[in-house]
């Protein structure tokens, strides 16, 4: 059994915040896998089923982010999930935005969601890591998470959410190198169009040549 947790802030005036990827992440897993519809239980909303034959249990807490270990402890103790069983969606300003991290433990970077859940179950479980960016000061940094993603950042926004819910199973089975192989590959912009012309003159493919783009890995 595993236990995926969704990280934001409950409320229609949080539902398009940077801090809510989380929560963005896990509705759009448990629509691809079709679990259950969502119930309030240990302070938060769940719901249960199955992805690829391993049974799932989806939450995300109500309790406001700082709090987010208070959900998170009392369905791991209740359902015996241990640490390392555990899965947790988060936006992290310490990446890129649309670039996807995985890690097993580790401290919590100064998010208060994270610190919460480490009170509670302790570091050991993995933290799927969603790129927002991060503004150009530490001063701007909370109101950074917490404004809404803007229009431009839909097409991306939109290409990791259908990455990670499509890769998930990977990463539930235990898998974490092939989950960040296939998010990479679905979410690598696609190759520019060769121009007919051009490719047929001698010597315009190397002049016509886009330039290479070193970018964040």
């Not at 009392?74 to 988060?90: D, M």
């Amino acid at each position: 059994m595993r236990l995926l947790v969704g990280l934001g802030n409950p409320g229609e005036r949080y539902a398009q915040n940077r801090h809510n990827i989380g929560f963005m992440a896990i509705d759009k897993i448990a629509e691809r896998y079709r679990l259950s519809p969502w119930r309030a239980r240990f302070q938060g909303l769940m719901a249960e089923g199955t992805v690829e034959g391993e049974k799932v249990l989806a939450l995300k807490p109500q309790t406001y982010m700082n709090l987010s270990g208070q959900s998170v402890g009392e369905a791991a103790r209740f359902f015996k999930v241990e640490s390392r069983g555990t899965i947790v969606l988060h936006d992290e300003i310490e990446l890129a935005a649309g670039k996807v991290k995985v890690k097993l433990a580790g401290g919590s970077a100064g998010h208060n969601g994270i610190k919460s859940i480490d009170t509670h179950i302790g570091p050991d479980y993995w933290r799927l890591r969603l790129g927002v960016g991060r503004p150009a000061t530490k001063e701007q940094v909370h109101g950074h998470v917490l404004s809404d993603f803007a229009k431009a950042d839909q097409a991306w926004l939109d290409t990791v959410l259908n990455a990670v819910s499509d890769a998930i199973p990977l990463l539930i089975a235990g898998s974490e190198s092939k989950f960040m192989t296939k998010v990479a590959l679905l979410t690598r912009p696609p190759a520019p169009k060769k121009d007919k012309d051009s490719a047929a003159t001698p010597g315009a493919a190397h002049t016509n040549a886009p330039d290479k783009k070193s970018g964040d890995s």
